[in-house]
């Protein structure tokens, strides 16, 4: 059985640094690009950071970049997600995805809030 399942949401003030993790089941990871998105209020889903099958290429939304950080372990099956100078902007539910093939249907995380707050 596939599971994604995100933790390591929680409030934190403006300035302030968080690390998600995102635990992967149920499929060879290391044959995935990996990646967060966000949904905001309101707003559509928009992706975050990405990083590939074997975390030699990383990209960034522009929004995040110089703040936060995507990595990954392959022996431990897992995804994070380090946030670091976090803004209001920031706060939206994040969701780990994986994807092996743009013909194959990505696998999704239940998502995990994250709230930037004074």
């Known amino acids: 059985q596939v599971q994604l399942v995100e933790s390591g949401g929680d409030l934190v003030q403006p300035g302030g640094s968080l690390r998600l993790s995102c635990a992967a089941s149920g499929f060879i990871v290391s044959m995935y690009t990996m990646s967060w998105y966000r949904r905001a209020p309101g707003k559509e889903r928009e992706l975050v950071a990405a990083?590939?099958?074997?975390?030699?290429?990383?990209n960034y939304a522009d929004s995040v970049k110089g703040r936060f950080t995507i990595s990954r372990d392959n022996a431990k099956n897992t995804v994070y997600l380090q946030m670091n100078s976090v803004k209001p902007d920031d706060t939206a539910v994040y969701y780990c995805n994986a994807v092996r093939s743009p013909v194959i249907a990505p696998y999704w995380g239940q998502g995990t809030q994250v709230t930037v707050s004074s």
């Open positions: 990083i590939s099958a074997l975390g030699g290429s990383t």
